[in-house]
């Protein structure tokens, strides 16, 4: 039985409601991650971990679930408005970009588990920066599954900050390693957090980028330091 435009709408928003859980499986991953990161657990850090396992499984899942449907859309020549063709197809890359936000989690907690039994002081800076990116994580979530334009583009500004804070942070660990307070594997842990927590900020605003463009048809580029929003007719 060939689907209709009613039918493509309802497994669309099913495919939305699992990529929203998907969201909230990998913030809950990264939390237990930092979590472990700052108080070197490495228990914590192999239960972040583990929750990988189940984020890689969701991804597969949904990414043949989204294929399928667009397989039996275009066999059948089923109509659909351009507004759900681009949620459909922004679901394989919003899918795409939780999981490399599961991957960088999953770093932190490698580092995590390197530092186990020796919790570390790290610049008052750092816990700012995490807390910022959890935000981010948050907010992108509730950004994608409310089709939020307004919160997507706070997302995208958010970034800037996760930046700032990421060489205030190695700047003052380069003062404390030169003064003799800080050992140079420490120093680079705490490039590695910075990293991935920059990674993930990134990973974070393409979806932000694609909750727009899904909302509004617009196409959003980051140029000279500033978000830009043009139609598909102006080009990227």
């Not at 859980?21 to 972040?48: I, P, S």
């Not at 399928?68 to 351009?82: F, N, Y």
């Not at 919160?151 to 190695?170: G, N, P, Y």
């Not at 003052?172 to 842990?189: K, N, Y």
Request: hydrophobic share 45%; aromatic share 4%.
């Amino acid at each position: 039985m060939s689907p209709t435009t009613a039918d493509f709408t309802t497994q669309l928003e099913s495919l939305r409601a699992d990529l929203a859980e998907q969201g909230k499986r990998v913030r809950v991953l990264v939390e237990a991650a930092l979590d472990a990161f700052f108080t070197a657990d490495a228990g914590k850090a192999r239960g972040a971990i583990e929750r990988d396992d189940a984020v890689d499984e969701a991804d597969v899942a949904i990414e043949r679930a989204t294929v399928a449907l667009l397989t039996r859309v275009a066999h059948d020549a089923t109509p659909i408005e351009d507004s759900h063709m681009r949620g459909v197809l922004n679901l394989v890359k919003v899918n795409n970009e939780y999981e490399r936000i599961a991957d960088a989690g999953v770093s932190i907690a490698e580092r995590a588990i390197a530092l186990s039994g020796s919790p570390a002081k790290f610049p008052p800076t750092t816990r700012v920066m995490t807390n910022s990116v959890v935000g981010i994580l948050r907010d992108v979530t509730k950004a994608y599954d409310r089709r939020d334009a307004t919160l997507a583009r706070l997302v995208l500004q958010s970034e800037d900050t996760v930046v700032m804070f990421k060489h205030e942070i190695l700047r003052e660990a380069e003062r404390e390693v030169a003064q003799g307070r800080m050992t140079v594997d420490l120093a680079f842990d705490l490039h590695e957090l910075a990293s991935q927590c920059l990674l993930m900020a990134d990973h974070a605003t393409n979806i932000a980028e694609q909750v727009i463009y899904e909302t509004t048809g617009l196409i959003v580029r980051h140029r000279a330091g500033e978000w830009i929003e043009r139609t598909v007719q102006d080009g990227a």
